[in-house]
């Protein structure tokens, strides 16, 4: 086997490897509305969590949290969002 024929061989298996790990639209659509709704009630504890223990700079223990889980927060959009803004035009979604 020579070089051309490797190559082409070791981009098919890739490409098959692609259309497997591909999943259904509609299985995309379904994760992309529970991350929205797991990045909303992060939100929603961070909210709760401050009006429950009356955050305030003064008390740097509450304060902290309340900024680390409001970075988590933050993080965690931003990854979910970055993911479904990329699958949509990739080969990890099936395209029919």
Wanted: hydrophobic residues 35%; positive net charge.
């Amino acid at each position: 086997m020579n070089l051309k024929e490797y190559l082409k061989e070791s981009e098919q298996i890739g490409k098959d490897t692609l259309t497997e790990a591909a999943a259904s639209k509609v299985r995309v659509k379904k994760m992309e509305k529970l991350s929205d709704k797991i990045v909303k009630d992060m939100r929603k504890l961070i909210e709760l969590f401050s009006k429950e223990h009356i955050v305030s700079s003064g008390d740097a223990t509450l304060y902290k949290t309340k900024k680390d889980w409001e970075e988590l927060a933050r993080k965690a959009d931003m990854t979910y969002g970055g993911w479904f803004g990329f699958v949509y035009d990739s080969d990890y979604i099936e395209h029919k």
